[in-house]
Nanobody
Framework: QVQLVESGGGLVQAGGSLRLSCAAS????????MAWFRQAPGNDREFVSGTSWNGISTHYGSSVKGRFTMTRDNNKKMVDLQMADLRPDDTAVYYC?????????????????WGQGTQVTVSS
């Protein structure tokens, strides 16, 4: 099985940028579809972006499309999330997730493995 560790969260002003990283260990990374989700207090976990095992197909949630970019590097066993033009409503704990099917979707229940999360706070 794969273990996931996120990094790169922090406090940023509205309009700023942050880059999150998710490092994987164990398992065969290129077998997994990967995704980023986020969860703000009192809210359900929200799909942010997902990419297939080879990184060719990537999809974004409507609230982040055009501002966030997800990439994966199978050699380094990492996925990144470059976030730009951040807004206060982007404030949440961001989670990296993996599913062994190699595909991705926007349903959190499809993902078997999760990181511990990293906090992103955007001030107005």
């Amino acid at each position: 099985q794969v273990q996931l560790v996120e990094s790169g969260g922090g406090l940023v002003q509205a309009g700023g940028s942050l880059r999150l990283s998710c490092a994987a260990s164990g398992g065969t990374f290129m077998n997994y579809g990967m995704a980023w989700f986020r969860q703000a207090p009192g809210n359900d976990r929200e799909f942010v972006s997902g990419t297939s095992w080879n990184g060719i197909s990537t999809h974004y949630g409507s609230s982040v499309k055009g501002r966030f970019t997800m990439t994966r590097d199978n050699n380094k066993k990492m996925v990144d999330l470059q976030m730009a033009d951040l807004r206060p409503d982007d404030t949440a704990v961001y989670y990296c997730a993996a599913q062994s099917s190699g595909a991705y979707n926007d349903y959190a229940g499809a993902y078997e493995y999760w990181g511990q999360g990293t906090q992103v706070t955007v001030s107005s």
